[in-house]
């Protein structure tokens, strides 16, 4: 059975315009050749990431990031088995929305930045399969 995590974690410096393209461009080619899906989230040098796999694996490369000198403050607001991945068809799916845009498709109290909205997520984690759902309607659009 699958396992997904959904974590957030802040760049220790602020990062170039073509940075996060490269990041994704290593995660999708990591997380293809291992068998790992999800959704990464990126606005105002927070990271914002949902891999699904299984939980060893998954747990392992949260642990990797957790470790990485460009990451600080990694937070995990959920982590559980699932019946079936909600991001299967994406290796890494890319969102790079504002802080309102994420606000409103999950249901959340307007926030006008990064830090409000993760501490909303982390004040209601029973709010994030929902915002998992909104995350995976919006890319199918």
Not at 99 to 128: F, N, Q
Request: hydrophobic share 40%; proline share 6%; glycine share 4%.
């Amino acid at each position: 059975m699958p396992c997904q995590i959904m974590y957030s974690s802040h760049a220790t410096s602020p990062r170039s315009a073509s940075e996060p393209a490269r990041i994704l461009v290593d995660a999708r080619m990591g997380n293809k050749a291992r068998g790992v899906t999800g959704v990464l989230v990126y606005l105002d040098d927070v990271f914002l990431q949902i891999l699904e796999d299984d939980e060893n694996m998954v747990r392992s490369l949260v642990a990797n990031i957790e470790a990485d000198a460009t990451h600080q403050a990694v937070t995990v607001f959920c982590a559980a088995e699932v019946g079936e991945r909600a991001f299967r068809s994406w290796s890494t799916a890319y969102l790079h929305p504002s802080p309102e845009e994420i606000s409103t498709r999950a249901g959340l109290p307007g926030t006008a930045t990064v830090e409000d909205l993760l501490a909303e997520i982390e004040r209601d984690p029973d709010r994030v399969p929902r915002i998992l759902v909104t995350v995976r309607e919006n890319l199918a659009h």
